[in-house]
């Protein structure tokens, strides 16, 4: 695991220190790695300097020799000054006239005591149950600012914060809850004293015909109701979720940002990281802005579980979010081709022509309805309890065993599988124009 995290760490270095050196062309002084201690003040009481602390590892530009003026020294804004110490820190004055502080998003302090003051529960979030309910069951919450309760955790490994989980899909689950609340009629059962079941089963199949995992929303429960279950019971009443969460912005020099990866588990995780993730890095990215550094990274299950993007050219978010969680196959044997130093530029080969089906509307809907045809074939079935039979679930699938596991399927469902795609590229061959069908091979000519 530290090998996997030191290498992420690397990589995340490399787009910052890309970024420092931009800034650095652009006559921007960057200093990492210090500590602001004070803020001097002139006798107007402008702003006048800074006192940074600096770490071990801190780093910025070297002051060049000092210039004199027929008034006498003149000061050197934007570098750092000696400050004598008394505790024995390593101190620097900056002289600066402006500064300007960022810092993560936190709560609002008018928002605080109003939770505060209606005797809400606020551990560092606002607290909420897994139908997203407060202590007041009259007051919902969800969003960045949010938690679950800490009493669904099982172990370590479960996450809580809803700032974990994409944004969208935690608005979608909010609605479902709310609507048992809101709409008794068709949303809750004890409410309606009735069945909602045709409701829940309608939402369950449509949620899922687009590729999307979703659960029934449990009713809320009794104190004496949380203190009789065991904890592990607990944890299965939360949501799932399942959607990738994105991150971007314009950097300086007009280079895009993307950071797209998979959802936390706000559930107990199933597999533990073993530092068998695979990492996989490009970079052609050049001062100018040309090129383009991309860094995918696959889990030990064999599916993609981020990407991270930097570069000139802005390319479409989504795309780039549908292939999170997709199983590395889909993607044209990239691991094996890079590793053999055949594809220099990840971006350029994922807009080839070949992978265009990957961002069909229609794709997630075929791979789903595909892998459920195929998970009820008894052979498949058979195949893979034995070839799990002595495996370690919770440290992921070797990339050995699932290449045998492929390997060993059976002939008649490779080509169910390879009719499947083919009918998926007939049925959207309006858009998908690069794939020569076989029908097209014999209507050209050949036999």
């Known amino acids: 695991l530290g090998e996997a995290v030191a290498l992420v760490k690397e990589q995340a270095d490399v787009v910052e220190d890309?970024?420092?050196?931009?800034?650095?062309?652009?006559?921007?002084?960057?200093?990492?790695?210090?500590?602001?201690?004070?803020?001097?003040?002139?006798?107007?009481?402008?702003?006048?300097?800074?006192?940074l602390e600096e770490s071990p590892d801190a780093r910025g530009p070297s002051k060049p020799p000092e210039e004199k003026s027929s008034h006498g020294r003149r000061q050197t804004m934007g570098y750092l000054e000696p400050v004598e110490s008394q505790d024995g820190a390593v101190k620097k004055q900056l002289a600066c006239r402006i500064l300007i502080t960022a810092d993560a998003h936190n709560v609002d302090p008018d928002v605080f005591n109003a939770v505060h003051g209606n005797g809400l529960v606020y551990d560092g979030r606002l607290i909420v149950d897994h139908n997203f309910q407060t202590t007041d069951t009259a007051i919902f919450g969800a969003g960045s600012l949010c938690e679950f309760s800490r009493r669904y955790r099982v172990g370590s490994s479960s996450y809580l914060r809803h700032d974990g989980?994409?944004?969208?899909?935690?608005?979608?689950?909010?609605?479902?809850?709310?609507?048992?609340?809101?709409?008794?009629?068709?949303?809750?059962?004890?409410?309606?004293?009735?069945?909602?079941?045709?409701?829940?089963?309608?939402?369950?199949?449509t949620s899922q015909s687009r590729g999307l995992h979703v659960e029934p929303t449990m009713p809320s429960l009794t104190a004496e109701s949380y203190a009789e279950m065991e904890p592990s019971d607990l944890a299965d009443l939360l949501p799932g979720f399942y959607m990738p969460i994105a991150r971007g912005g314009l950097l300086p020099g007009n280079l895009h940002f993307y950071h797209i990866k998979s959802a936390r588990e706000s559930r107990q995780h199933k597999v533990t990281p073993t530092g068998d993730e695979d990492v996989i890095v490009t970079d052609t990215l050049q001062p100018d802005g040309?090129?383009?550094?991309?860094?995918?990274?696959?889990?030990?299950?064999?599916?993609?579980?981020?990407?991270?993007?930097?570069?000139?050219?802005?390319?479409?978010?989504?795309?780039?979010?549908?292939?999170?969680?997709?199983?590395?196959?889909?993607?044209?044997?990239?691991?094996?081709?890079?590793?053999s130093g055949d594809v220099p530029d990840i971006v350029e080969f994922l807009t080839d022509e070949w992978a265009v089906a990957l961002f069909h509307d229609h794709f997630m809907e075929f791979c789903h309805q595909l892998k459920l045809e195929i998970a009820a074939d008894g052979e498949v079935k058979d195949l893979v309890e034995r070839h799990l039979e002595n495996v370690d679930l919770t440290s992921g699938l070797p990339r050995k065993?699932?290449?045998?596991a492929r390997n060993d399927?059976?002939?008649?469902?490779?080509?169910?599988?390879?009719d499947r795609l083919l009918e998926y590229l007939r049925k959207n061959t309006n858009h998908l124009t690069q794939y020569f069908l076989p029908e097209n091979f014999s209507q050209s000519g050949h036999v």
């Open 401 to 404: 065993l699932r290449a045998e």
């Open 165 to 205: 989980f994409n944004g969208r899909e935690v608005g979608a689950k909010l609605a479902h809850a709310l609507l048992r609340i809101l709409d008794p009629v068709n949303g809750d059962v004890a409410a309606a004293g009735g069945d909602s079941a045709a409701l829940e089963e309608r939402y369950l199949s």
């Open 409 to 418: 399927l059976p002939p008649e469902i490779v080509t169910k599988m390879q």
């Open 18 to 51: 890309k970024i420092h050196d931009i800034l650095g062309g652009m006559g921007v002084k960057v200093y990492d790695g210090y500590k602001l201690l004070e803020v001097l003040q002139d006798n107007r009481e402008r702003l006048k300097a800074l006192v």
């Open 290 to 339: 040309t090129g383009h550094f991309c860094q995918i990274m696959i889990d030990p299950m064999g599916k993609i579980s981020s990407i991270t993007y930097l570069g000139g050219e802005e390319l479409q978010v989504e795309s780039l979010w549908s292939l999170v969680g997709l199983g590395e196959t889909f993607l044209n044997l990239l691991y094996k081709r890079w590793k």
